[in-house]
Nanobody, 123 residues
Framework: QVQLVESGGGLVQAGDSLRLACAAS????????MGWFRQAPGKEREFVAAINGIGGSTYYADSVKGRFTISRDNAKKMVTLQMNSLKPEDTAVYYCAAGTHTTRVRTGLCDYWGQGTQVTVSS
C-alpha cells in the first residue's frame, strides 16, 4: 500500500516557477514508477511527467517538455515536479500517482493517486 500526499501548489503569475512535492508512504516506494498528471476545469485528466523507479528515465508531455522537470529521492520517498516558465494554460489540479512501470503510468494506469494540489497561473 502506498499513500501519496501532494504539496506546493498555489497562485503564481505567468513566467513564474513553482515546485510541487509528493510525499509517499510505504516500504516499496523505490519499486514504483511515479507520475504527475493534471486536470483543468472541464477537461480530462492528462499526463504531465513520469519517472522510473531508480530515477534514470523520465518522460514528459510535449506541452511541458523543456519547462518541467520530474525527479525523485527514494531515500526521502519523495517525488518533485519543478515547473518553470509557467503559462495560464498550466492551471489545473495536479496529481501525483504511482504505478508498476512507466509504460503504465504514462497511460494513466496507476495503482495509487494523491488527492491533488491546485496550481493557478494568472496572465
Amino acid at each position: 500500500q502506498v499513500q501519496l500526499v501532494e504539496s506546493g501548489g498555489g497562485l503564481v503569475q505567468a513566467g513564474d516557477s513553482l515546485r510541487l512535492a509528493c510525499a509517499a508512504s510505504g516500504r516499496t516506494f523505490s519499486t514504483y514508477a511515479m507520475g504527475w498528471f493534471r486536470q483543468a476545469p472541464g477537461k480530462e485528466r492528462e499526463f504531465v511527467a513520469a519517472i522510473n523507479g531508480i530515477g534514470g528515465s523520465t518522460y514528459y508531455a510535449d506541452s511541458v517538455k523543456g519547462r518541467f522537470t520530474i525527479s525523485r529521492d527514494n531515500a526521502k520517498k519523495m517525488v518533485t515536479l519543478q515547473m518553470n516558465s509557467l503559462k495560464p494554460e498550466d492551471t489545473a489540479v495536479y496529481y501525483c500517482a504511482a504505478g508498476t512501470h512507466t509504460t503504465r503510468v504514462r497511460t494513466g494506469l496507476c495503482d495509487y493517486w494523491g488527492q491533488g494540489t491546485q496550481v493557478t497561473v494568472s496572465s
